[in-house]
């Protein structure tokens, strides 16, 4: 923007009484129409980076804690490895560059956290078909 107003200074006529307002709000508006473009779809990938991150973290852990049936702590175990999670840290800090408000920010990384939790179902109910199966077999 600083380049387009001495731009304009260069190139203004006293006599004619040119306004290039309009022109530099178009401007302003299309800058910020991109760069919000650009952070978005950057803010996807590291999402998406992110999400997959969670999976190769969560997988083996859940897995051998919910096999472990004999603890009587798994859920709690399970509680503790999601929150401490280093995706969620990880992109946590990697959002704070954006420049969003902590409630953005916030919101962003609950999703994570959530998508951690459904994961964490899924491998509990795959566990457990996995168990009901092996008492029909006995």
């Not at 923007?1 to 508006?29: H, P, T």
């Not at 991109?34 to 991150?53: C, D, G, M, N, P």
């Not at 962003?108 to 509990?124: F, G, T």
Request: aromatic fraction near 6%; glycine fraction near 2%.
């Amino acid at each position: 923007m600083l380049e387009f107003d001495q731009g304009c200074e260069e190139a203004a006529i006293r006599q004619a009484n040119w306004d290039a307002s309009n022109v530099r709000d178009k401007l302003r508006g299309d800058v910020d129409e991109h760069a919000s473009a650009v952070r978005s779809s950057q803010l996807a990938k590291l999402r998406t980076t992110y999400e997959e991150q969670v999976p190769i973290e969560l997988k083996e852990p859940v897995k051998c804690l919910l096999r472990e049936a004999s603890q009587e702590d798994v859920w709690a175990s399970i509680r503790n490895l999601l929150q401490t999670l280093t995706a969620v840290s990880e992109f946590s800090n990697a959002v704070d560059e954006f420049d969003f408000d902590q409630a953005a920010v916030d919101t962003l990384v609950q999703e994570i956290r959530d998508y951690a939790r459904s994961l964490v179902e899924v491998l509990a109910r795959e566990e457990s078909r996995d168990v009901v199966i092996f008492m029909k077999d006995r």
